[in-house]
């Protein structure tokens, strides 16, 4: 497994309309993989490889390479930097967080906590309020020469290695930079098998915002058959209920049948589930009760499309501490290239 190449895409900065980073070190690492790569105007890389037979179907994989973080919307007159999210973060995830400021002339280390009393000389009641994520700022260190280096709109970053700790990943933007893996190793196992269809693996934008570059990227691709590749919920720990997991670490790749932004093909779910039957590829059905994917917008795309998800559970996502297990995620990468293998010419 390349376990490298996953560490390097969540190690490398990229929030919603800042994914430049991310995408340089992807156009790097499929060089040869596909026939035809260009950058849309919504900053998402659409690669494609052609077929080989007329008439052959398009199959869209979206995989976005945005992750959650912030922009900068002030400095103030003694250096601290105040933020606005571009994504979901649930505030009790971010006391005392490292981060990186990252600019156009470098990065900057900050530490983020939120405004109010250390614990030594607040009251028990103090203790007890959970700031909002507005209330949280950045220290540099750097004091007033701050407003020197950074400006309003750069991006900051949770500051967090990427570890193995025994089968299981963890890292920061393991959403959705699984998906990123996927899609270069899928094609990577791939080889040139599949060429009875025109394959297109779209690395998108703006994900955590809205979908906003896979809407475009699919509505110029118009897919036959869209496959949104992302991480889900894996709630198989202490404090939430059997019914309420989604998914359970170690128990194959999720086989994506509704969220709130849209409802799988019936057949597209049960050709899959089929072929990872056939396979051997473990799997599991998934459904969020809220929450949406890439998946969605190739669906609606132009006259529509057939659409599914393949996903991987991850614990406590939209942390510094996303956990993923090894065998989920090379089952997603083997139920992926078997299905386009199904393409063969």
Partial sequence: MNTDLLKRLCETPGVPGHEHRVRDLITAEIDGLFDHV????????????????EGAPKIMLLCHMDEIGFLVSHIDDKGFLWLQPVGGFDPRNLFSRRVLICTDEGDLKGVMNPGGKPIHISSPEERKKVPAVGEFFVDTG??????????????VVMDEPFLEMGERFVSKALDNRVA???????IRQ???KGRGAEIHV?????????????????YKVRPDIGIGVD????????????KDRTTVLGNGFGLHVRDTS????????????????????????????????????AQQAAAGARAVGVVVGTRYIH???EMIDRTDLEAARDILSAYLEGFDA
């Fill in 38 to 53: 260009e950058t849309d105007p919504m900053g998402s890389l659409i690669c494609r490889r052609d077929a080989t037979v």
């Fill in 142 to 155: 750097l004091g007033k020469a701050t407003a020197e280096k950074v400006k309003i709109g750069d991006m």
């Fill in 180 to 186: 990123c893996w996927l899609g270069i190793e899928a």
């Fill in 190 to 192: 791939l080889g040139d």
């Fill in 202 to 218: 779209v690395f998108t934008t703006q994900e955590e915002v809205g979908l906003r570059g896979a809407r475009t990227a699919a």
């Fill in 231 to 242: 991480t889900t919920l894996a709630c198989d720990t202490p404090g939430v209920p059997e």
């Fill in 262 to 297: 849209f409802i799988s093909d019936r057949g597209l779910v049960s050709d899959i589930e089929k072929l990872a039957k056939e396979r051997g590829i473990p799997c599991q059905r998934t459904m969020l009760a809220a929450g949406g994917q890439d998946g969605a917008a």
């Fill in 319 to 321: 942390t510094v501490t």
